[in-house]
C-alpha cells in the first residue's frame, strides 16, 4: 500500500517568542514509517515545517506520491495543522485519511464529529494498528470492529465510512484499546533515512554547532502529574528499550548519518538509575564520541549517578520543578520534594551541566505568594536556563477535566494550547489570565537580567549562533511582554 505520513505543522503558534530554527525529528512518525515499511508497504514522510513547504507545495508532493493512505500526526497545538493538513489530502488524492497523536487519542469522537476530513483515529499506541490497518484496506474491507485501538464512523451495515464527504447520520464508533507494545527492541529504528536530517536542529541552548537529532530509549512514564498528556497514548507506567538496542542505534546516528549530538526525550531517562548507568558504561567502553541531553527527575539525583553521565558524555540536564510550594506539589502529583530540587540542581551545578528547569503557574492551588515563592525559588536555584510557563490543561489529563467542569466552553481553542502565557487557556480563583501573563513576564524578566545570569549563560555559549538566537529572544521576550501590556490595557 502506498502511504504518506505526515508531521503536522504548528504554524507559528509562539509567536513572538518563537526564535530560531529548532525543529525536531518526530520520532513518533520515524517509528510508524519504519514498522509499515517492515511490513512491505510503500512509505514517504513528509514534514512541510522544516522544509518550509507551503500549501502548494504540499498539494503537489502529495499529487506526486498518489497515496492510498495518509496518516497524519499531532498534539493539541498543533491540530489546526493536522486539519489543514488533511484538507489539502483530500484535494489532492483518493486516499483513507488517519490522524493519531496525543491529541485526537484523547478526543476521539469529538475529532470526528467536528473534523469530517478525518476518516478514522488511531487510538494510542499507532505502530500496530496502523499495520493492521493497512492491511484490511489493502484487501477492499471496511468491517474494522476487530482491529483493536481504532475510532470511525460506522454505517447501519456494520461498517466503516472512508472518503464519504458527507458523512451525516453515521454512528461513531471505538474499538477496544490496543495492549502497550511490552518488546520494545522488536521495533525496527526509525526512518529517518526518509527525511533530510540537515533541516532539523534542537532548542537553541541545546544546539553547539554539532549534528545532532532525537532519540527516544523508553515509552510512558512512572509518575502521575496532573498536567502530563504522556499516558494518553504511551500509558502510565514506564517500558524500556534495552541498554544494547540504545547502544546500537547511537553507533547507527554516529556512523550512518555523522551525529554528533543525541537528544533524548524520554519523559525521565533517569526513572531507572542502573539502567541509565549501564548505558553510560556502553559508551564509554565503546569510545562513542557523541554528547547528549536529558530529561532527569530530582528524587533520584545522586553524584555518582551524574558524574558517570558526564563522563558518558551528558552536557545538559533539564529538571521539571514546577513549583516552590509543597502543597501545589502535592496538588500535582508530581511525587518530588523542594528538597530534593535544592539538591539535585545544586549537585548538577556543581558538575558543570548546562542545567535547565522548568517552572509552572497556574497550578491548582496556586495563589500570588506561592508564585513569588516560585519565582524566589528559581532565583535561589539559578539554572543556566529557566522556563516559565503557565498551567495547560491538555486534553487526556486531570487538570482538562477539573476545569471543563467549570468551563466547558471555554477549552476549545486550541490553537492557544501553548505553556508560553501567548493565550492563557486557564484562570484561577484571585488569580486572573492577566495576572498569569504578568508573572510570567516578571519571573523572566527577574530571572535574566542579573548580571550573575547573563554571566552564567555567556559562560556556557556553544556557538555565535546561540549568542544571536539568545539576543532575538530578548527581543521576542521585550515585545512579548509589551503585547500583554497593550493587551491588558485594552481589557480594562
Known amino acids: 500500500m502506498k502511504v504518506v505520513l505526515i508531521s503536522a505543522p504548528y504554524f507559528d503558534v509562539y509567536g513572538s517568542l518563537n526564535v530560531g530554527k529548532n525543529h525536531t525529528f518526530s520520532l513518533g512518525v520515524g517509528y510508524l514509517a519504519a514498522v509499515l515499511r517492515q511490513g512491505g508497504h510503500e512509505v514517504a514522510l513528509l514534514d512541510p515545517e522544516p522544509r518550509e513547504m507551503g500549501e502548494e507545495g504540499v498539494l503537489a508532493y502529495l499529487r506526486e506520491k498518489e497515496p492510498e493512505l495518509v496518516g497524519i500526526s499531532s498534539a493539541t497545538a498543533n491540530f489546526k495543522g493536522a486539519q489543514r493538513m488533511a484538507v489539502l489530502a483530500r484535494q489532492a488524492t483518493r486516499a483513507s485519511i488517519v490522524v493519531g497523536g496525543v491529541h485526537a487519542s484523547a478526543l476521539p469522537f469529538e475529532v470526528l464529529e467536528s473534523c469530517p476530513q478525518f476518516d478514522l483515529v488511531v487510538v494510542g499506541e499507532g505502530e500496530e494498528t496502523l499495520l493492521e490497518l493497512c492491511a484490511r484496506l489493502e484487501e477492499g474491507r471496511r468491517d474494522l470492529g476487530e482491529l483493536r485501538g481504532l475510532a470511525y464512523r460506522e454505517n447501519d451495515s456494520g461498517e466503516a465510512v472512508i472518503r464519504d464527504p458527507m458523512k451525516r447520520g453515521l454512528k461513531l464508533q471505538r474499538t477496544p484499546p490496543r495492549p502497550l507494545i511490552e518488546e520494545l527492541d522488536r521495533l525496527p529504528f526509525p526512518a529517518r533515512d526518509l527525511v533530510n536530517l540537515d533541516l532539523y536542529r534542537p532548542q537553541v541552548h541545546l544546539y553547539r554547532g554539532r549534528k545532532s537529532t532525537t532519540l527516544i530509549t523508553s515509552r510512558g512514564c512512572p509518575a502521575?502529574?496532573?498536567?502530563?498528556?504522556?499516558?494518553?497514548?504511551?500509558?502510565?507506567?514506564?517500558?524500556?528499550?534495552?541498554?544494547?538496542?540504545?547502544?546500537?542505534?547511537?553507533?547507527?546516528?554516529?556512523?550512518?548519518?555523522?551525529?554528533?549530538?543525541?537528544?533524548?526525550?524520554?519523559?525521565?531517562?533517569?526513572?531507572?538509575?542502573?539502567?541509565?548507568?549501564?548505558?553510560?558504561?556502553?559508551?564509554?567502553?565503546?569510545?562513542?564520541?557523541?554528547?547528549?541531553?536529558?530529561?532527569?527527575?530530582?528524587?533520584?539525583?545522586?553524584?555518582?549517578?551524574?558524574?558517570?553521565?558526564?563522563?558518558?558524555?551528558?552536557?545538559?540536564?533539564?529538571?521539571?520543578?514546577?513549583?516552590?510550594?509543597?502543597?501545589?506539589?502535592?496538588?500535582?502529583?508530581?511525587?518530588?520534594?523542594?528538597?530534593?530540587?535544592?539538591?539535585?540542581?545544586?549537585?548538577?551545578?556543581?558538575?558543570?551541566?548546562?542545567?535547565?528547569?522548568?517552572?509552572?503557574?497556574?497550578?491548582?492551588?496556586?495563589?500570588?505568594?506561592?508564585?513569588?515563592?516560585t519565582i524566589e525559588f528559581a532565583l535561589e536555584l539559578s539554572p543556566v536556563i529557566g522556563s516559565f510557563n503557565i498551567m495547560v490543561p491538555f486534553p487526556g489529563t486531570e487538570e482538562y477535566e477539573r476545569h471543563r467542569q467549570k468551563n466547558p466552553d471555554g477549552l476549545r481553542d486550541w490553537d492557544h494550547y501553548v505553556p508560553k502565557g501567548v493565550h492563557p487557556i486557564i484562570q484561577l480563583e484571585g488569580l486572573s489570565r492577566g495576572d498569569l501573563q504578568r508573572y510570567i513576564s516578571r519571573a523572566y524578566l527577574r530571572f535574566y537580567l542579573r548580571p550573575r545570569q547573563i554571566f552564567r549563560i555567556l559562560r556556557n555559549l556553544s556557538s555565535s549562533t546561540e549568542l544571536w538566537t539568545y539576543l532575538r529572544g530578548a527581543l521576542g521576550l521585550f515585545r512579548r511582554i509589551r503585547e500583554w501590556r497593550q493587551e491588558l490595557k485594552k481589557a480594562k
Open 224 to 373: 502521575r502529574c496532573t498536567f502530563c498528556a504522556t499516558g494518553v497514548t504511551l500509558g502510565n507506567r514506564i517500558r524500556f528499550h534495552s541498554p544494547q538496542y540504545v547502544l546500537s542505534e547511537i553507533e547507527h546516528l554516529v556512523k550512518a548519518y555523522g551525529v554528533q549530538d543525541v537528544i533524548i526525550v524520554d519523559d525521565t531517562f533517569t526513572a531507572s538509575a542502573q539502567r541509565t548507568k549501564e548505558i553510560c558504561r556502553l559508551i564509554l567502553e565503546r569510545g562513542l564520541p557523541i554528547g547528549w541531553f536529558c530529561f532527569a527527575r530530582v528524587n533520584n539525583a545522586s553524584r555518582e549517578l551524574f558524574e558517570l553521565m558526564k563522563q558518558a558524555g551528558c552536557f545538559s540536564l533539564f529538571f521539571g520543578v514546577e513549583s516552590a510550594d509543597p502543597q501545589v506539589l502535592k496538588n500535582i502529583k508530581k511525587g518530588t520534594t523542594v528538597e530534593q530540587a535544592r539538591q539535585a540542581m545544586q549537585l548538577a551545578n556543581e558538575l558543570g551541566f548546562k542545567t535547565e528547569a522548568g517552572f509552572m503557574f497556574g497550578n491548582p492551588g496556586d495563589t500570588r505568594e506561592t508564585i513569588e515563592k
